[in-house]
């Protein structure tokens, strides 16, 4: 046998010679389990396949198999900032916080995004008064003074969330 290459399957007897058989080969889905001897052939086994939706190869064993892990899961006060890959975990990041009573949220977060902030935009309070007040969501609804005719005066000044009234003279 040429045992680079073979095993003896079956061994020399007084009447025969012995029987070589070529070392089975693992496939891209095996590894080996049991290396090969002059008398044994090579023992292989199916690669470990890791489950996309719950774990990623974070490597290989000692023994050549494959080495999953479990994915991270985000909390609920993060996202997902970086997709988990095949060879990779996912990377979770902390949502941003709106400042209350200076930043409305005008993007709701996902889990695979964060949510957008933006700043409040005050009325021109020397023009404007403030109708509708800022929500969490939502900018506040400015409204110009009326102004007083010719012909009236001003029965009420406007205040930063009241209109100025007129009356006739």
Do not use: H, K
Not at 90 to 112: D, F, K, M
Not at 163 to 169: E, F, G, I
């Amino acid at each position: 046998c040429d045992f680079r290459t073979q095993f003896e399957s079956v061994a020399a007897t007084s009447t025969s010679q012995p029987e070589c058989s070529a070392f089975s080969v693992c496939t891209a889905t095996q590894y080996e389990t049991v290396a090969p001897t002059a008398s044994s052939d090579r023992e292989c086994a199916a690669l470990t396949v890791c489950d996309s939706s719950t774990q990623y190869m974070a490597g290989w064993q000692d023994s050549g198999d494959r080495q999953c892990a479990g994915l991270t899961v985000c909390s609920n006060d993060e996202y997902e900032s970086v997709s988990a890959t095949d060879t990779s975990d996912r990377v979770c990041a902390t949502l941003s916080t709106c400042t209350a009573g200076s930043q409305i949220e005008v993007t709701a977060p996902t889990t695979t995004s964060n949510r957008v902030c933006e700043s409040i935009v005050p009325c021109d309070l020397t023009t404007q008064f403030e109708a509708v007040a800022a929500t969490t969501t939502t900018q506040p609804v400015c409204q110009s003074f009326a102004e007083c005719t010719a012909l009236q005066y001003e029965l009420t000044a406007p205040t930063a969330n009241s209109d100025r009234s007129c009356a006739d003279v």
